[in-house]
């Protein structure tokens, strides 16, 4: 089988989500790249390194720019007439241009998948993750995402496929890029991050959420994370948002300060190797799959424990 | 212009969902169903562009069960002008939702569909994007703000890194995202009201579109359960805790 990995880059540089997509798809069969963009060659050449890559298409085309979904779509769907498979992390990104992909070739996409089974059959999350489910795709072509933290990176080094530059990509037209605002941060991304400090409702403002949190991160090179009670909150920015409908995370270690821990922001964090949690109601449900749990005041546990840390 | 907005009848979110023990699915028995959230916020928004004299008309759709003329009621009480139930007791795949969305989208002309991101039980986040594929217009995911202005709506999208805008031309799809609003409660008198609007009952054979599933679910488990851990005492015991694990 041939299988077609989106890479995620920003142009500039390739993002780790693509590499647990290669582990995915290695399982499935022979694993070719697209990375495509505008002024992205240094990319390929990045992405050609990944061990057990036979290939890398490069469409660099202007319409690729800031991957439109209406561009994008129409060329991986023509590159799927030498490919049996197309996988995409399950970011936004991917989220957003692989059913358009799907529904071009007219057949289900499988969303967010745990794990292979078979040359077919794949299991993914429903329910907010409170279920498992098993499919197999009887359409002839698949269109996947795959969640990051279900697969092992592949290695980014010891690969040196052939870069092959494509064209076929045009502007549809009908959709145009305005402005990004992305925050640049020095601190480790979620899905990759170690440790993640996560802060929920209880920090009262943005100022009590950045005096609070901030310098526990800091002490432990954290990422920062948050419920969607902070993030509706304003507390922090939408690309805190840990949970079923935000990032799905699973550091080493998970800190949940003032946090309920409902099924929505579990969903997004249970995979986390320990937990620790710290909230002043010894009742709270986030203790339910806490490992270590305080229950404290957290204006009074958190600056104490950074400071004894 | 007319607006479009697709409809789910989920699990309610405030439902924890139980595995049935033969492994075929999740027990939806007497459990409380609701609109789909972020459905909702979609209908929500398609309302609040109609108030700004943005749009004329509202029509809700659904595809699902016969019960699903309660989660259509409930736009309709929001504010919806009319409703399309697409009536089928089998689970329906976003494809095919999307394939029956684009033929009433053919049928109706609406200038913007609006639906949620995802549904809370499928979690497939995939029929918006679909139904843009086959009506070959652009999409807006994951929406935080939408501004309608002439022929073009402009759509500030929740993304990985932070926010990122997208100006699209009309006819367009737009997927909503948690912030996008938050949805009014529907008020005792336009829950009466809603009773009288029309309420149109179709199948998917009226649209004809083919339902049969592309994927087949071989077995439905439980996700392996974590253990609670233990509470320790105080700062002290958990500054101990943490330094055992090697992070600090
Ligand atoms: C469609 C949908 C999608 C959703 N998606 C997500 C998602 O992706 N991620 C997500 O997180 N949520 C999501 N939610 C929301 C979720 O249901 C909860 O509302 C949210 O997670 C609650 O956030 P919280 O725990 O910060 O707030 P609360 O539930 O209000 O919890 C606050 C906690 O802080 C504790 N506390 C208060 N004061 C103190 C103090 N001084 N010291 C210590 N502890 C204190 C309280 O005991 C309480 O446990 C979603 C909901 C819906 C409907």
Redesign the interface.
Same mark, same amino acid.
């Given at each position: 089988m041939n299988t077609l990995v989106w890479v995620e880059h920003d142009n500039n540089e390739m993002k780790d989500a693509t590499l647990s997509v290669v582990t995915a798809a290695a399982k499935l069969g022979d694993v070719h790249l697209l990375v495509a963009g505008a002024g992205c060659a240094g990319v390929a050449d990045q992405a050609a390194k990944i061990a057990g890559v036979g290939k890398v298409h490069l469409a660099d085309d202007a319409a690729l720019e800031h991957a439109l979904a209406e561009n994008v779509a129409p060329l991986i769907a023509g590159l799927m007439a030498s490919h049996d498979a197309v996988l995409f992390p399950a970011t936004t990104t991917g989220k957003n241009i692989a059913p358009r992909v799907a529904a071009l070739l007219d057949v289900m996409q499988i969303s967010d998948i745990l794990s292979v089974e078979g040359g077919k059959t794949f299991t993914r999350p429903i329910y907010a993750g409170n279920a498992i489910a098993t499919v197999e795709s009887s359409d002839p072509k698949l269109v996947i995402t795959v969640r990051g933290t279900a697969f092992d990176k592949a290695a980014a080094e010891g690969g040196s496929a052939a870069v092959e530059a494509i064209g076929g990509a045009s502007d549809a037209g009908t959709s145009s890029f305005v402005s990004a605002e992305i925050a640049e941060s020095e601190r480790p991304e979620l899905t990759s991050a170690k440790v993640i400090v996560s802060g929920g409702r209880a920090l009262k403002d943005a100022e009590t959420f950045e005096a609070t949190i901030t310098p526990l991160a800091d002490k432990l090179g954290a990422g920062i994370g948050a419920s969607r009670a902070a993030v509706d909150a304003g507390y922090v920015p939408n690309d805190y948002q840990v949970g079923q409908t935000g990032k799905i995370v699973a550091p080493e270690v998970y800190i949940a300060i003032g946090i309920s821990g409902a099924i929505q922001h579990l969903a997004g964090m249970k995979d986390s190797k320990t937990i620790i949690a710290i909230n002043k109601d010894e009742d709270a449900p986030i203790f339910q799959v806490a490992d270590i749990g305080l229950v404290a005041d957290l204006f009074k546990a958190v600056p104490e424990l950074t400071e004894k840390l | 212009m007319k607006i479009l907005v697709p409809v789910k009848r989920v699990?309610d979110?405030n439902v &924890? $969902?139980r595995?049935k023990a033969d492994g075929t699915?999740?027990d939806l028995a007497n459990v409380k169903m609701s609109m789909n959230p972020?459905d909702e916020i979609a209908v929500e928004e398609a309302i609040r562009i109609k108030e700004a004299g943005k749009a004329e008309e509202i029509i809700a759709v659904s595809v699902g069960p016969a019960k699903a003329q309660e989660t259509l009621r409930t736009a309709l009480a929001m504010g919806a002008d009319r409703a399309i139930l697409v009536e089928s007791d089998d689970e329906v795949? $976003?494809?095919a939702v999307?394939k029956i969305l684009k033929a009433i989208a053919d049928e109706e002309q609406p200038q913007l569909i609006m639906l949620g &991101? *995802?549904s809370?039980? +499928? +979690?497939?986040? *995939? /029929?918006?994007?679909?139904?843009?594929?086959?009506m !070959? #217009? $652009? *999409?807006?995911?994951?929406a935080?703000t939408i501004e309608v202005d002439g022929d073009s709506v /402009?759509v500030k999208?929740?993304?990985?890194?932070?926010?990122? /805008?997208? &100006?699209?031309?009309l006819p367009?799809i737009v997927t909503t +995202?948690? #912030?996008l609003n938050e949805p009014r409660y529907a008020s005792l008198p336009n829950i009466m009201k809603a009773k009288k609007k029309p309420l149109d009952t179709k199948t998917p054979g009226d649209y004809g579109v083919d339902t049969a $599933? #592309?994927?087949?679910? /071989?077995?439905?488990?439980?996700?392996p359960v #974590?253990q609670?851990?233990? &509470?320790?005492e +105080?700062? !002290?015991?958990?500054?101990a %805790?943490? %330094?055992a694990?090697g992070?600090?």
């Open positions: - | 699990i979110y &924890k $969902p595995v699915g999740v972020f795949e $976003p494809l999307a &991101k *995802q809370i039980s +499928d +979690d497939s986040n *995939q /029929t918006g994007q679909m139904l843009a594929a086959l !070959d #217009r $652009p *999409q807006g995911t994951f935080n /402009t999208r929740e993304v990985d890194g932070g926010l990122e /805008t997208v &100006k699209l031309s367009a +995202d948690l #912030r $599933p #592309r994927l087949t679910t /071989t077995n439905v488990a439980e996700p #974590r609670a851990g233990e &509470k320790v +105080d700062v !002290d015991a958990l500054v %805790k943490i %330094k694990l992070i600090a």
